[in-house]
């Protein structure tokens, strides 16, 4: 029988399990999610340290889209389980183990005991060097027999199996150097399919404001636009902006994001000239599988993000279909200023939080001014209303909040159907106001449009979460 370590922390009446992804309250088992026990985990590995809140979002959902008010809830739903007296009382005080520190993340206070368990056999401490039993009275160790008595042989045979095994060592060994050949020819060979990739962002050379945007908007259009490949797998803005100022490499931050493939690039604002390099990255070994370098005019910097996005679908996927390379040269809009408006707000947008939120009203409101006919920011704008009425934003009443988010999207529907965003917004609204099947039906179209918008699919998961 395979004797598997299990790796346990014990804190008050608790035993977590990290092996088995199992809490114990005083031998009963707590029912938690999976989630729930990742969350748990890592706050107590971190015992007394503070772990960010960005650090758990990275941890617990790396290559997802997910607004903080998920965090919030899986820490008050520990804290309630840590709470619960074991009796169907939940009068106990689940803040004695996870603290929370005002803007910045949590900490799990109590006092923590590490170790590991064999099959029930034995408990190793890890702090201590020697074994520790957790049987009671004199007990005897493998170290302490001699091997021909575990064997249950004689030396003679002890010396036959000891060459036996030799021997068997150098065959297995020779086919393991086959098998890792053959395999590494087989992985060269799969590293040019690229199933995967993650938009850098670009980085900004010169540091006029114009810049900024401009960066940032280079990343945020290539993104949407390359989502709508869908025989590809498109990260999300939100799991690569905190690689804006960067040290690593791009392939080793494709390593890190676990994709194929990553778009790096620089953008340059000269007078009325943009200037942007691009290269398409293998993150297995770092080679080039794509690169361009374009010199335009400011105003027809839509153009060439159209071209960029082709170019890089088309070296990723070569037969790309004719429907794809129509969406993928589908304008966003062809006002400048609306457009500066509509990658600052959802900037702000992206940030989820009271202040940011009503800066993102403020700039996709310019937007859809400068633009009329700008259905993406219409739909933005849409979901920026609708949650300005949500707990922790309220910057307005629900009534209100509902009444400008069904007009703007009613607008962003009119001018484009075809938007994820605007359905995934929809649905909200409908979740909001308890319309379980319409909410269901609009998430489902969302994410049947852009199975890459990663905003569709965690709503979608509340909706049914809640169901």
Excluded at 133 to 144: F, L
Excluded at 150 to 166: E, Q
Excluded at 401 to 415: G, I, R
Excluded at 436 to 450: I, K, M, P, T, V
Aim: glycine share 6%; hydrophobic share 40%.
């Amino acid at each position: 029988m395979n004797k598997a370590a299990l790796h346990y922390y014990e804190f008050g009446p608790f035993s977590l399990n990290v092996t088995e992804r199992l809490l114990q309250r005083e031998g009963e088992v707590v029912p938690l999610t999976p989630k729930l026990i990742d969350t748990l985990a890592i706050l107590v590995e971190h015992q007394g340290h503070v772990v960010t809140k960005d650090e758990l979002m990275h941890e617990l959902w790396p290559d997802s889209f997910v607004e903080e008010s998920s965090l919030t809830q899986n820490i008050s739903l520990l804290r309630k389980a840590l709470s619960h007296n074991g009796n169907g009382n939940g009068n106990g005080n689940g803040a004695q183990y996870i603290e929370t520190i005002p803007k910045r993340g949590y900490r799990f206070v109590a006092a923590v005991r590490e170790l590991e368990q064999l099959n029930g056999d034995k408990t190793v401490h890890q702090t201590d060097s020697p074994p520790v039993s957790i049987e009671d009275g004199p007990h005897t160790t493998e170290a302490d027999e001699p091997i021909s008595r575990i064997l249950n042989v004689g030396p003679f045979d002890i010396s036959r199996k000891y060459f036996a095994a030799c021997a068997l060592f150098i065959i297995l060994a020779g086919a393991s150097v086959v098998a890792y050949r053959w395999k590494k020819s087989s992985t060269n060979l799969a590293a040019s399919k690229i199933n995967s990739i993650a938009v850098l962002p670009f980085q900004k050379i010169g540091t006029s404001a114009e810049t900024d945007v401009m960066g940032l908007g280079m990343t945020n259009a290539l993104i949407i636009k390359l989502s709508h490949i869908k025989q590809m797998r498109v990260l999300p803005t939100s799991s690569v902006s905190k690689y804006v100022a960067r040290a690593q490499d791009a392939a080793q931050i494709g390593r890190e994001l676990a994709v194929d493939a990553v778009l790096d690039g620089t953008v340059q604002l000269d007078g009325e000239r943009v200037r942007v390099t691009g290269q398409l990255i293998r993150s297995s070994d770092g080679i080039t599988i794509w690169s361009g370098k374009y010199d335009t005019r400011y105003g027809d910097m839509f153009a060439l993000q159209d071209k960029i996005s082709e170019e890089v679908g088309s070296a990723m996927i070569p037969n790309l279909r004719q429907d794809t390379r129509d969406r993928l040269a589908n304008h966003l809009t062809d006002s400048p200023e609306a457009y500066e408006a509509y990658v600052t707000g959802f900037h702000f947008w992206n940030k989820r939080n009271k202040e940011n939120l009503s800066k993102a009203i403020h700039y996709l409101e310019v937007a859809t001014q400068k633009d009329q006919h700008f259905a993406r920011a219409h739909a933005l704008l849409a979901d920026a209303y609708f949650l300005g009425s949500q707990d922790g934003y309220e910057l307005m009443s629900f009534p209100e909040s509902l009444v400008k988010a069904q007009a703007s999207l009613q607008k962003a529907l009119e001018l484009d159907d075809s938007i994820a965003e605007a359905h995934t917004t929809k649905g909200n609204i409908a979740f909001g106001i308890r319309d379980f099947d319409q909410a269901e039906r609009e998430f489902r179209r969302a994410l049947e449009l852009n199975p890459n918008y990663a905003t569709g699919h965690l709503r979608y998961g509340y909706l049914l979460f809640a169901n």
